[in-house]
């Protein structure tokens, strides 16, 4: 009988320490289905589009602790919601 593939379906929590850039990465990569891979794209992408881009991690709170990945440039261009 085949095996099932094990998914995460949770965004990793990066240290605090780490730069926002790190901690995005790790949100990122801690999701091995479709959302992580089409946020690895979209991340390269805004990088790409805009260098001087503010990476962040915003909003963290019990029910999500690894906070919400930000990206700004005299505003708030894209938020990383699943």
């Not at 990793?12 to 995005?24: C, K, W």
């Not at 999701?31 to 805009?50: F, P, S, T, V, Y």
Request: contains cysteine.
């Amino acid at each position: 009988m085949p095996t099932k593939k094990s998914t995460s379906t949770t965004p990793a929590e990066a240290p605090e320490s780490e730069s926002p850039a790190a901690q995005i990465d790790a949100i990122v990569g801690g999701l091995d289905d479709w959302r992580g891979e089409m946020l690895a794209k979209l991340h390269a992408i805004i990088r790409q589009a805009d260098p001087d881009v503010a990476e962040e991690v915003k909003w963290r709170k019990p029910t999500n602790p690894g906070g919400v990945p930000v990206w700004t440039h005299g505003g708030i261009i894209c938020t990383r919601e699943t």
